[in-house]
């Protein structure tokens, strides 16, 4: 499932006309505007326009759901343990470096040492 504003690239036999407005390129990457339990929205974008979404998102400042800090660079992520129907959480770097390793160490702790061969 996808998160919003995550970017892919289309493959090549997928063909779109990029959604900006003045533009009659053909898309090259897919960018989710919205996800949720029931499925995910995508606009498609060529190379130019989809470099003017990265820029904008590589400057979005707000405050983190989780920890609260106020004016930080945010990036979208889900919590695993709600699964990936969860909603959405705008998060912090730190936040999100937390839960990548408390993640990984979960998943050290789950290791059954019985079925290792």
Not at 19 to 32: E, G, K, M, P
Not at 69 to 98: A, H, I, M, N
């Amino acid at each position: 499932m996808s998160l919003p504003n995550q970017i892919e690239p289309l493959s090549d036999d997928v063909v779109y006309i990029c959604n900006n407005s003045d533009c009659v390129d053909d898309a090259t990457y897919s960018y989710c505007v919205e996800a949720d339990s029931m499925g995910a929205e995508y606009e498609y974008y060529c190379d130019e326009h989809i470099e003017e979404i990265s820029q904008a998102q590589r400057n979005t400042v707000g405050n983190c759901d989780w920890c609260r800090v106020e004016d930080v660079p945010l990036s979208p992520v889900r919590d695993f343990e709600e699964g990936l129907s969860g909603p959405v959480y705008w998060v912090c770097t730190e936040c999100k470096k937390q839960q990548l390793i408390s993640d990984r160490d979960e998943d050290d702790d789950d290791d059954d040492d019985e079925y290792d061969d």
